[in-house]
């Protein structure tokens, strides 16, 4: 790269009167002809020619400067006319010139360079020097790391050079084996690298080398701390475009940064749930449903994937749904119960909007198998004794019908009877029958209370309770005291009543019997 004033041409082009020049001076001052110089850039000024002191001056600029440095090398001659100028380095010729003042712009290798100009003037050859250095410095480097989340780092290294940059390597943690190497051919470059590194304390070691073999280091020491990285929640599933006839098998792809175990909860957009990280699941309803993935590490830290699945109707789906009914109460109750469809359906799945019940007041032995007579909608509520029998269909429009189903609701009271039915009876002693009737869970218990009575008592009946007891059957005498010659009796009262299997009681009946002989 170096780069003369004058041109190698027009060095060509003036040899010729520069060469006349030299040698016409230097025979004009014959055998006086002298040689003078100096060193360094001191003006000089010896001898005189005609009357005038010659003197060179001479500069390089500047004094020191790199391998990269442009070096300006000025040559300038006052008190003469030079017939030529030339100028050396290390003895070398980088400039000839003609006239003054000659200079010359290049760069040089690194050392210590000796300059010198050399002017003829009037036959007399003068010189002058000039010295400066180069200096191939090393790359300058250094290090950086940078937590990048995720219990990953990334370890940077940057150089410069003040000629080339060859190569940066990056080494964690002393290692003989570079994490990385980078190749450059400019003056700067960087290196770096993500790396995942565990917790404590760490050192990154930055090497760069120049193109001249010079190598640099730059060393940083981070540490890091122990705290836990969420997992990262993703899934995948199989087959991509399933059916209601196909059983998807949901994946859990989740990672965590430590390496930490997970524990999954799968929520599969149909109310159904699962924790087991690779599930299997089969939807009943053709639809769009939203799968999420929920993914929790042992420290707590979770993350949520969800993907959006579209379950398309099995177009193969002949067989319909089973069907039951639910809420029926198996023992009787004297309270209304709730009668609702089930439907299950492994094909395209239970359509919800079909589920009917069919109510019977009779007994019947089988469902009818026609839609159309499934009136009641699910679910629904029932507040007699029924026979019932649910239908629904399926997505593919097959229609499933449940079995009969007694709802055993009885919220009809019995009614009881006392006999004899006289209230005037002719013997002092006899049996009241209490007879229970019940229509629907049918009779349990007769209870029966009665009393000899005063007149002034009132014929009032206890509350059904304390003071009855449980009989069908009651054995009652008059009490009867003679006064003179009549015999007097007290009227009896009796009271009753009954209770049903469902727990309903009837209301108390009373008869008051009297004596007459
Ligand atoms: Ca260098
Ligand atoms: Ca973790
Ligand atoms: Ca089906
Ligand atoms: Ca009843």
Redo the contacts with the bound molecule.
């Keep these: 790269m170096r780069r003369g004033q004058a041109s190698m041409e027009m060095l060509l082009l003036t040899a010729g009167a520069v060469l006349t020049a030299v040698v016409a001076g230097y025979y004009a001052v014959s055998s006086t002809a002298s040689v003078y110089s100096e060193l360094n850039n001191v003006a000089y000024s010896t001898p005189t020619t005609g009357g005038s002191s010659v003197t060179l001056t001479f500069t390089v600029s500047p004094a020191s400067g790199s391998p990269s440095t442009t070096f300006h090398l000025e040559c300038s001659v006052s008190g003469g006319a030079p017939s030529s100028v030339e100028i050396n380095v290390d003895s070398s010729p980088v400039a000839v010139c003609p006239s003054s003042p000659c200079s010359y712009d290049g760069s040089f290798p690194a050392g210590n360079h000796t300059a010198t100009c050399t002017a003829n003037v009037g036959g007399n050859t003068y010189t002058k020097n000039a010295s400066f250095s180069v200096v191939d410095n090393p790359p300058s480097v250094s290090a950086v790391t940078t937590d990048v989340g995720g219990g990953s780092y990334e370890l940077n290294c940057s150089a410069t050079d003040d000629v080339q940059l060859s190569q940066i390597s990056i080494y964690l943690d002393g290692g003989s084996t570079p994490e990385k190497t980078c190749s450059f051919s400019g003056v700067s470059g960087t290196c770096s690298k993500i790396v995942s590194v565990a917790a404590g304390s760490h050192e990154l070691n930055c090497v760069a080398v120049d193109n001249t073999g010079h190598v640099s280091h730059a060393s940083k020491t981070f540490t890091v701390g122990s705290t836990?990285?969420?997992?990262v929640a993703s899934f995948t599933y199989s087959p991509s475009s399933p059916t209601t006839a196909d059983e998807i098998e949901f994946n859990s792809t989740s990672t965590?940064?430590?390496g930490?175990s997970l524990s999954c909860f799968w929520k599969f957009g149909d109310g159904d749930t699962s924790t087991s990280c690779n599930s299997m699941h089969k939807y009943h309803t053709a639809g769009t449903y939203t799968v999420e993935l929920n993914v929790v590490?042992p420290?707590g830290?979770y993350d949520v994937a969800t993907q959006s699945i579209t379950v398309s109707a099995s177009s193969a789906d002949t067989t319909p749904p089973s069907v039951a009914l639910d809420g029926v109460p198996t023992a009787w109750q004297n309270t209304d119960a709730t009668v609702s469809v089930v439907c299950n359906d492994s094909g395209s799945g239970c359509d919800s909007s079909s589920y009917r019940v069919f109510l019977s007041n009779a007994e019947i032995s089988t469902c009818p198998s026609d839609y159309a007579q499934y009136t009641y909608t699910s679910p629904t509520t029932v507040s007699s004794h029924v026979w019932a029998c649910g239908a629904a269909k399926d997505n593919a429009g097959n229609i499933g019908f449940s079995g009969v189903y007694e709802v055993n609701v009885d919220t009809n009271a019995p009614t009881i009877t006392l006999l004899p039915s006289d209230k005037e009876v002719s013997q002092k002693s006899f049996t009241v029958t209490a007879t229970c009737s019940d229509s629907d869970s049918g009779c349990a218990g007769t209870y029966m209370y009665y009393r000899n009575r005063l007149i002034l008592w009132g014929d009032d009946c206890p509350d059904p309770g304390s003071g009855y007891s449980a009989t069908a059957t009651l054995d009652v005498e008059f009490s009867c005291t003679k006064v003179f010659w009549h015999e007097v009796c007290l009227p009896i009262t009796v009271c009753a009543y009954a209770t049903d299997n469902a727990g309903n009681t009837s209301s108390v009946v009373k008869k008051n019997y009297t004596y007459k002989s």
Excluded at 228 to 231: E, G, L, V, W
């Design positions: 836990n990285h969420a997992p965590d940064p430590d930490d590490d420290s830290a």
